[in-house]
C-alpha cells in the first residue's frame, strides 16, 4: 500500500516514518498530481489556517475531497482532523468539510498546551500513547461518526467510514498501532474497490 503525507505544512517526516514502521510505502505530497499513485492519504498536524490556505491555492480542496469520493481513506491528526471537519466553532468557514463533526480549535487552554497520556482506542487493543499539542476537540458527531476514544469524557479519536481523525499526535512517539489501524482501512478499501 502506498500513502501519502500531505506535505504543505506540518509534521511531515514523522507520519512518513510511522506508516513506514507500520509496514507502508509512504511518500510526502506536494503536488495534486501524485494523489492519482495513492491508496491513502494523511493529512498532518501543523496549523490549520496555515494548510487550509495552502490546500487552496494548491488545488487540493476538490483534489482530496475526489480522492475521498473515490473510497480512498484519510487520516487526518491534530490540525489535520480540523481540515477534515464539517464545522470549526467559532469560525464561518471550514476546509474539507468531510466528517460531520464539529471541532474546537485549541480547545485545553494555556495551562495544558502540550501533554502526554495513555489513551484506550477502540479497535487497537492495549493504550496507545498520545501526544496532545494546542490540540483541538471534537465537541459533537453525527450519527454516522464512531467515537472510537475520549479523554476526560471529550472526543479525540473519530471515524467515519474511510475517515479517520485524531485530536492528537500518533506520529510523535514509536507507538506505531494508529497508523497500523489506519493501514488496514486503506488495505479494506483497496479489497472493496478491486
Ligand atoms: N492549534 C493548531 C490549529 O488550530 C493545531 C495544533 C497541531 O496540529 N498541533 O490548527
Do not use: W
Not at 517526516?13 to 492519482?36: N, Q, Y
Not at 468531510?98 to 485545553?108: D, G, H, I, S
Amino acid at each position: 500500500m502506498k500513502i501519502g503525507v500531505l506535505a504543505l505544512q506540518g509534521a511531515v517526516a514523522e507520519h512518513i516514518r510511522s506508516l513506514e514502521a507500520a509496514g507502508a510505502e509512504a511518500v510526502a505530497v506536494k503536488r495534486v498530481e501524485e494523489l492519482s499513485e495513492l491508496n491513502g492519504l494523511v493529512i498532518p498536524g501543523g496549523e490549520s489556517t496555515t494548510i487550509g490556505k495552502l490546500m487552496r491555492r494548491y488545488g487540493f480542496m476538490d483534489a482530496i475531497r475526489d480522492f475521498s469520493a473515490e473510497g480512498k481513506p484519510l487520516f487526518g491528526t491534530c490540525a489535520g482532523l480540523i481540515v477534515l471537519a464539517g464545522k470549526i466553532e467559532g469560525q464561518e468557514d471550514a476546509h474539507l468539510e468531510l466528517m460531520n463533526m464539529t471541532v474546537a480549535r485549541n480547545a485545553f487552554g494555556r495551562q495544558r498546551e502540550s501533554f502526554e497520556t495513555d489513551l484506550d482506542v477502540k479497535g487497537i487493543n492495549e493504550p496507545i500513547r498520545a501526544v496532545f499539542i494546542r490540540a483541538p476537540l471534537i465537541k459533537s458527531v453525527g450519527p454516522e461518526v464512531d467515537v472510537l476514544s475520549t479523554y476526560k469524557g471529550e472526543i479525540v479519536t473519530a471515524r467515519q467510514g474511510t475517515l479517520l481523525a485524531a485530536s492528537y499526535h500518533p506520529e510523535l512517539t514509536d507507538d506505531y498501532r494508529l497508523h497500523a489501524y489506519f493501514l488496514e482501512m486503506v488495505k479494506e478499501a483497496a479489497l472493496a474497490k478491486a
